[in-house]
């Protein structure tokens, strides 16, 4: 068995998950069931929104470690929910790392979702929440058009910034300011 291809496969499927907006210990997780449905005896996985670092034992007692870089994060949760069904399946079968490689490409593969859903999905969270404090319809006009901020520049982020917590405080300190001035406004 050709581990070293085996885990290569692994941190890929780590790295999209990532790249998709994936929670690190959702990852984390994720990787450390493959390496454990294809017999590693032992598996050190460590993961941050930057870095993806795996190191294994095999059968025969070889280490092997590998380590990703990952550049830049954003949401696509379409996309995670394929790589999610991928990493359930790789535990399930244990393809071969050739088939493997073959189905996150075709994941990978997919055509995007377009974007008036994204914004869509943006408009009926921000405003659902409006109404669920009880906001008037002023209200909750100023949370549909703050959610339409939110998701413009989200996308517009995403392309530029790689640091999560700079890309959301710009998004709040953006959307906090058109609020507040909407209430100053009336």
Request: proline share 3%; charged share 20%; net charge neutral.
């Amino acid at each position: 068995m050709d581990y070293k291809r085996i885990l290569k496969e692994i941190l890929n499927i780590g790295r999209e998950m990532l790249r998709a907006g994936a929670d690190v210990s959702r990852v984390e997780d994720s990787m450390y069931r493959m390496c454990k449905s294809y017999g590693f005896k032992h598996a050190d996985i460590w993961v941050i929104y930057s870095n993806i670092q795996a190191t294994v034992e095999t059968a025969e007692g070889d280490i092997i470690t590998q380590i990703r870089h990952i550049p830049s994060t954003s949401s696509n949760f379409d996309k995670l929910d394929y790589l999610n069904n991928l990493s359930r399946r790789v535990c399930r079968q244990t393809p071969s790392p050739d088939e493997v490689a073959n189905m996150l490409q075709e994941v990978l593969d997919r055509t995007p979702q377009p974007a008036y859903l994204e914004y869509l999905a943006g408009i009926l969270g921000g405003t659902g929440f409006g109404v669920f404090f009880n906001c008037g319809v002023k209200d909750a006009i100023i949370a549909a058009i703050s959610s339409i901020i939110i998701v413009f520049l989200g996308r517009r982020l995403a392309k530029t910034e790689n640091n999560p917590l700079i890309s959301n405080f710009i998004q709040s300190f953006i959307a906090e300011v058109f609020i507040i001035l909407s209430v100053y406004v009336g």
